[in-house]
């Protein structure tokens, strides 16, 4: 009894010191964290969220600053993010959806499915949408955010352009007309709205349940919205104004959280929205000499460690967010935040992956 009573009083104290070390081990990792985050928010600033997730377990999900600056109201990992440019990806995931349906091919020339396209647009295939690949010409951001409210706006932009760039296949070059050309593309496929299939073909099947598509008109509702704001300088920021009334979806339009974003990495590993066989062609690497990243499929990618990752940045109206995939580790990492003006962010992300990697990735 008495060697039975040491052995219990030994293996409790083992147990207590694992426990400790374990404790710390991820005291030091939290403070490791709000140190690589700390330059993007203060005691008065818009907020940051991060969502890492390595194989099936959650490693961080945590936010700091403000949604609502002057309503002093906190940011939380329900909180909805304006996501921007990010919208394209589920753009793509509707387009998959059709794809694995046999509703169209990634062959179908675009000239069969939008009448009224000027003539230099009849090469364009929808894989040349998917793989940013189009040749259309370049339109900014900010003159899509101001000026494109409907697709005869589109219609009238290309009009007044003399060609493409490049033929089509031949360069990548990022181009938000691409993705609201395909968001049209599921309109007239389906018959619905965009909102509509993306709420029942994304958000239902993998529980995205306050996510949401900005809904055109007066009657809007984002629950638990933030504010999105313009970072003039460390403790300056300004308002960057509502999101437009009118719009053309697929492009931008999208407001998610932490919370269903962690649900949505979901659709880029399992085949809850399309098959393995469609997931592994989107982020299959789609090769051009000369060029060292490769966008397409919602996705941009490129090599680090000399390992293949994938990422996407969301920019616009006041808002800087970055998801990244790293396949062969299986990680994820989401960072999100209500203003613009955030640099390094891709180098954040991977000082985060850095944390929990088997491996050392360059943060250059």
Partial sequence: ???????????????????????????????????????????NS?????????????????????????????????????????????????????LEQNRIKLEDLLSEIFPGLPAYCSNIQVKH??????????????HFYNDIKSFNDILTFLSDKKGLKTSPGKQAQQNILNYALLANLVERITNKSYRKFVEENIFQPLAMKKS???KKGWFTSVPNKATSYLRRNDTTFEMAGKFPKKYVEGAIGIFSNL??????????????????????????????PGQKNFPGYGWIKAFNAKQRYLYRAGIGHGNS???????????FVAILSNQSGLFGLHRR???????YSERQYSTD
């Fill in 1 to 43: 009894m008495f060697h039975l009573s040491i052995l219990s009083t030994s293996f409790i104290l083992l147990m207590v010191l694992l426990s400790g070390n374990t404790l710390l081990a991820q005291s030091e990792k939290s403070h490791k964290i709000d140190s690589i985050l700390s330059a993007y928010y203060g005691p």
């Fill in 46 to 98: 818009p907020s940051v969220g991060i969502v890492l997730i390595k194989g099936e377990e959650l490693k961080v999900k945590e936010t700091y600053g403000y949604a609502n600056i002057e309503e002093k109201k906190m940011a939380s990992i329900t909180t909805n993010y304006d996501l921007a440019t990010l919208t394209e990806q589920f753009t793509v995931m509707s387009t998959l959806i059709l």
């Fill in 129 to 142: 949408l998917l793989n940013h690949t189009s040749g259309l010409p370049l339109i900014q951001n900010d």
């Fill in 212 to 214: 949401r598509v900005y």
């Fill in 259 to 288: 919370e269903d974003i962690q649900q949505w990495f979901k659709a880029w590993t399992t085949d809850k929205l399309v098959s393995q066989d469609l997931l592994k062609k989107a982020k299959h690497l789609n090769f051009i």
């Fill in 321 to 331: 967010h970055i998801l990244l995939h790293i396949p062969n580790e299986d990680i």
């Fill in 349 to 355: 992300a991977f000082e985060l992956v850095n944390l």
